[in-house]
């Protein structure tokens, strides 16, 4: 069953790559620490408004009979399905963000920013999620923990997904949604696998989605590069001196 996701991941990655294989935008090579695009910023109010409506519907579904009934719901026609794809899924987009800068697709940062971004993202993500975890202590649908609220699973889906749309959403706008498809696929099997509620899923993408847009905001350390090496600039000074006592040449060498 892993291979054929795998199989099917490849071939959609395969399939958003052919369509813009004439773009104008794409890289003469792969770059990987230089670029970075001037793109005017949004307000981030106006990006806070979908993350915000994810976490009040989630506080408005934490109760056990409401939740409880959802669930059934969700997991009914599944008749106790379990697999273990929810532990992958999480990084295709990912792999699709770093697939399309091998193939030389125009984003919106250098490989090191996307990556910078993206590790600040998953670890603040990561940090809120799992302080709320073991503040809350909400048990899981499965009864083998309390630490069910929020998923950390799709958390760090969201997260994935909403870099990969943050880095390609003016370039390669079929690339850039395609993630929440493989975000989403891992906060529903999180709920069919009962390791989680409803509100669980849709608190941590609410989280995932609203900590990203931050970091991409703000562009925290954005010049920030131990790779980069700075220019070395050499000069030579030569001048003649002279006074009483002797005569000579001053040279002087700066670096």
Not at 10 to 29: G, P, W
Not at 67 to 79: G, L, M, Y
Request: hydrophobic share 40%; glycine share 4%; with cysteine.
């Amino acid at each position: 069953m892993k291979i054929v996701i795998l199989i099917i991941s490849f071939f959609c990655a395969s399939t958003l790559f052919s369509q813009s294989e004439n773009s104008k935008n794409r890289y003469s090579k792969i770059n990987w620490i230089t670029y970075d695009s001037n793109v005017e910023k949004k307000h981030l109010w106006k990006q806070s408004i979908i993350p915000l409506v994810f976490g009040i519907t989630a506080l408005s579904t934490n109760q056990l009979p409401l939740k409880q009934t959802v669930q059934n719901s969700i997991r009914a026609p599944f008749n106790d399905y379990k697999t273990s794809i929810d532990n992958y899924t999480p990084y295709v987009p990912i792999a699709l963000m770093y697939s399309a800068d091998i193939f030389k697709f125009k984003a919106k940062h250098s490989i090191w920013n996307q990556t910078k971004y993206l590790f600040f993202s998953e670890f603040v993500t990561a940090g809120v999620i799992q302080i709320l975890k073991h503040s809350l202590k909400i048990e899981r649908p499965d009864q083998n923990s309390d630490n069910s609220f929020p998923s950390g699973h799709t958390g760090q889906a969201f997260v994935a997904a909403q870099v990969l749309r943050q880095e390609f959403k003016d370039t390669q706008p079929i690339l850039a949604y395609s993630g929440y498809l493989f975000a989403a696929t891992t906060g529903t099997l999180r709920i069919i696998n009962n390791r989680h509620w409803l509100p669980d899923v849709l608190m941590a993408a609410g989280i995932g989605i609203l900590i990203t847009n931050i970091i991409y905001h703000f562009e925290p350390l954005k010049n920030w590069n131990p790779f980069k090496t700075k220019p070395t600039s050499l000069s030579l000074q030569i001048s003649p001196t002279f006074n009483d006592q002797y005569t000579g040449i001053n040279l002087k060498l700066q670096l």
